[in-house]
């Protein structure tokens, strides 16, 4: 765990890395369907590596830092024990401060090249000593996890990576590294990343990385997606009736990289220095006043630092991640549309409509500000998007929606029997002198009309930003429907711009 702050009280993440951060509607799926059941995690089996790992900073002066032979050494064990498992194993070498340090990166064969969830733990530890709960217990209990996954001739869906970071307690250098070294492409299949760091804490917490900011406290949600990786993790913890409590992206451990680029994270976390409350050890036991780990950074941090109960936990919601996401069964596209071709939506179907400019239309629209970004000229995807008003004009307010109510409907869409989500991608954006009679609003029609996103105004400035939304079709399932999607400019003469983009069904 990267040097020293309060963790178990909320810190306030780097802005660079909170406005990468997409704000999610209150409704988003539940963790994917029909996942193989986790095994349970040996608990000697992890502290067996726990204790490899303190013989190899025994024989090498106490540690196992970057740059130092223990080091190295602490590489070359857990890349030995994945090549005689049947991963495709890299030794990744990278330089700082003048040392070379090393990433051990391994592949387990199958899965889509194309859908990646990568485990990750940093390896490496502090000069001081020899780091076995910081971070011994998260590398030794991916290893057993990803030994588990070969015991088992596992065969998931997603492609399954793992990683064992180097130079963390320097700075995040060798993930840095990893993630600035990929290629766009390659960064791009990578569809989540799991992080552990310091999951066997003396006097243990349990917390888990915050991805939607449920609490409404700290750094703000984590990518899009991330909240459903927390609540998967969340579930498992559920299902062992252990209580738990977010932690924020503050930027601290190997997620950082990640989610400085938009890969969804998340992970579990026992405690550092941070000092457990007495709400908390009401919470989870241990002592109150007292530090999550006391051997934080310190050469006690050794074999006899670990809280065996929370190691062990910890070790079966890595699994129960990695197989509950892994092996689910990607859910299938019914219906989509990214407005890349027009596809046969009608503008006011009803001929209702009072719009008297900035009309609902298909194409690339163009960019206007006005106290901040009002009409987006960026898609989610490719070139074009719904948008009111396409073209810029001579000011903000040149081509904004006025005067009324503009709707657009879709195609007919026959939805199969089964489990259906609808997600969109969606902005309502406004002056100050808006008010709550301005709205973006999207409906389904079919035997009965439900309305799945309703974004209201306000008398404050709104940016645009694109946002995702997510609703349960399951009561239409068997239906022909259409999707009716219409914004309101009644407020007289506010200034109002909405999008909407891939709109995608899946069953």
């Known amino acids: ?14 802005a660079a890395i909170a406005t990468l951060s997409l704000t999610l509607a209150a409704l988003i799926p539940t963790a994917p369907a029909r996942a193989a059941a986790a ?49 495709t194993t890299v030794l990744q070498s990278f330089t700082y401060n003048g040392a070379t340090g090393y990433n051990v990166i391994a592949d387990w064969p199958g899965g889509d090249p194309n859908d990646i969830l990568m485990t990750g733990a940093h390896l490496d530890s502090v000069t001081a000593g020899p780091g076995i709960n910081d971070n011994g217990s998260g590398s030794a209990s991916i290893l057993e996890t990803a030994l588990e996954v070969a015991r088992q001739s596992l065969q998931p869906a997603k492609h399954l990576r793992f990683a064992w970071w180097g130079a963390e307690e320097l700075g995040l250098r060798g993930s840095q590294f990893y993630v600035n070294n990929l290629p766009a492409a390659e960064r791009a299949r990578i569809k989540g990343y799991l992080n552990f760091d310091m999951v066997g804490s003396p006097n243990p917490g349990y917390f888990v990385y915050d991805g939607d900011n449920s609490d409404g406290t700290g750094s703000g949600p984590g990518p899009a997606g991330s909240a459903a990786i ?23 451990s190997d997620y950082g990289p990640f989610i400085a680029v938009g890969i969804p994270a998340g992970g579990t976390f026992t405690g550092a220095e941070g000092i457990k409350s007495s709400a908390q050890a009401t919470l989870w036991g241990g002592t109150a006043g007292q530090a999550f780990d006391v051997c934080y950074h310190r050469a006690c941090d050794t074999t006899a630092n670990i809280n065996d109960t929370a190691l062990n936990r910890n070790a079966d919601a890595i699994a129960y991640a990695v197989w509950t996401i892994a092996t689910a069964v990607p859910p299938i596209t019914v219906w989509q549309d990214t407005f890349e071709t027009a596809n046969g939506w009608t503008v006011n179907p009803s001929s209702t409509d009072t719009a008297t400019i900035g009309q609902w239309e298909r194409g690339d629209p163009e960019a206007t500000t006005s106290s901040g970004a009002k009409q987006l000229g960026t898609t989610v995807s490719g070139t074009n998007d719904l948008v009111t008003g396409r073209t810029a004009g001579a000011s903000a307010g040149a081509n904004d929606l006025d005067g009324g109510i503009s709707s657009i409907q879709s195609p007919p869409i026959t939805l199969p029997t089964g489990t259906l989500n609808l997600s969109l991608s969606w902005y309502l954006a406004h002056g100050s ?49 259409r999707i009716l999607i219409d914004a309101a400019d009644a407020s007289g003469a506010s200034l109002v711009e909405a999008g909407v983009d891939d709109v995608k069904i899946t069953r």
């Open 1 to 14: 765990m990267l040097l020293s702050r309060n963790i178990g009280m909320r810190s306030p993440i780097a």
């Open 230 to 252: 927390e609540r998967t993790i969340q579930d498992y913890f559920t299902s062992i009736g252990v209580p738990t409590r977010g932690t924020d992206f503050d930027g601290r």
């Open 39 to 87: 095994p349970d995690i040996s608990l000697a089996n992890v502290k067996a590596h726990l204790s490899q790992l303190q013989s190899i900073a025994t024989a090498n002066g106490g540690t196992r830092a970057h740059g130092r032979p223990g080091y190295l050494a602490s590489a070359n064990y857990v890349k030995g024990q994945l090549d005689a498992a049947g991963f």
């Open 433 to 481: 002198n808006a008010s709550s009679a301005d709205y973006l609003r999207v409906r389904v029609v079919g035997s009965t009309t439900a309305t799945v996103l309703n974004q209201t105004g306000a008398a404050t400035n709104r940016n645009g930003a694109w946002a995702t939304a997510t609703a349960s079709l399951n009561a239409f399932a068997g239906q022909t429907v």
